[in-house]
């Protein structure tokens, strides 16, 4: 199998979504602790050696509440865009990178997409995850299926779609 992947968390309690290889990984979102976050994935066999970024889609607790401390203590890059970081957690600033939304980020052999979506923060986006033409989508806070949305999860083989956000 070429990707793995594990929702460690999700829905408004935090988001947590791992995704990754036999040599990488990535984090999408860190919304429940670090303890937490190492617990959960201590469980599933996942070894945190095994992350080398973590990627924030946007500024909200349930999506945020653990990346600074889980990104200090293993030095861990985190991917956010720059109007995201203005609202959101305060990051020990040598390990922040900005993404640009639509344009790849490789982290080892994987391809990071970043996507706009609709959503109630400053710059909300979701991702797709591709490697050796298998591609996952991390769609959270769903409450509208806009043309990006639907553009990018055509594209997935596999999604995590979490929509606890659809007030209808």
Same mark, same amino acid.
Request: charged share 20%; proline share 3%; glycine share 8%.
């Given at each position: 199998?070429?990707?793995?992947?594990?929702?460690?968390?999700? $829905? !408004?309690?935090?988001?947590?979504? #791992?995704?990754?290889?036999?040599?990488?990984?990535?984090?999408?979102?860190?919304?429940? !602790?670090?303890?937490?976050?190492?617990?959960?994935?201590?469980?599933?066999?996942?070894?945190? /050696?095994?992350?080398?970024?973590?990627?924030? !889609?946007?500024?909200?607790?349930?999506?945020?509440?653990?990346?600074?401390?889980?990104?200090?203590?293993? /030095?861990?890059?985190?991917?956010?865009?720059?109007?995201?970081?203005?609202? $959101?957690?305060?990051?020990?600033?040598?390990? !922040?990178?900005?993404?640009?939304?639509?344009?790849?980020?490789?982290? $080892?052999?994987?391809?990071?997409?970043?996507?706009? /979506?609709? +959503?109630?923060?400053?710059?909300?986006?979701? #991702?797709?995850?591709?490697?050796? $033409?298998?591609?996952?989508?991390?769609?959270?806070?769903?409450?509208?299926?806009?043309?990006?949305?639907? +553009?990018?999860? /055509?594209?997935?083989?596999?999604? #995590?779609?979490?929509?606890?956000?659809?007030?209808?």
């Amino acid at each position: 199998m070429s990707l793995y992947i594990a929702s460690l968390n999700s $829905g !408004s309690n935090g988001n947590c979504y #791992f995704i990754g290889n036999a040599d990488d990984a990535v984090l999408i979102d860190v919304g429940i !602790s670090c303890t937490e976050t190492e617990k959960r994935m201590k469980q599933l066999g996942l070894s945190m /050696k095994l992350i080398k970024a973590i990627f924030v !889609s946007h500024e909200h607790a349930d999506h945020i509440k653990g990346v600074s401390t889980l990104a200090n203590k293993y /030095k861990l890059p985190v991917y956010i865009t720059q109007k995201t970081a203005l609202h $959101g957690p305060r990051l020990i600033r040598h390990l !922040s990178k900005t993404f640009v939304t639509n344009e790849p980020v490789e982290i $080892g052999e994987l391809i990071i997409t970043p996507f706009t /979506k609709q +959503h109630d923060a400053a710059d909300p986006h979701s #991702f797709i995850v591709s490697h050796k $033409g298998v591609t996952v989508g991390i769609f959270t806070d769903i409450g509208n299926a806009c043309t990006q949305v639907i +553009h990018y999860f /055509k594209q997935c083989h596999a999604a #995590f779609l979490e929509s606890n956000y659809d007030e209808g």
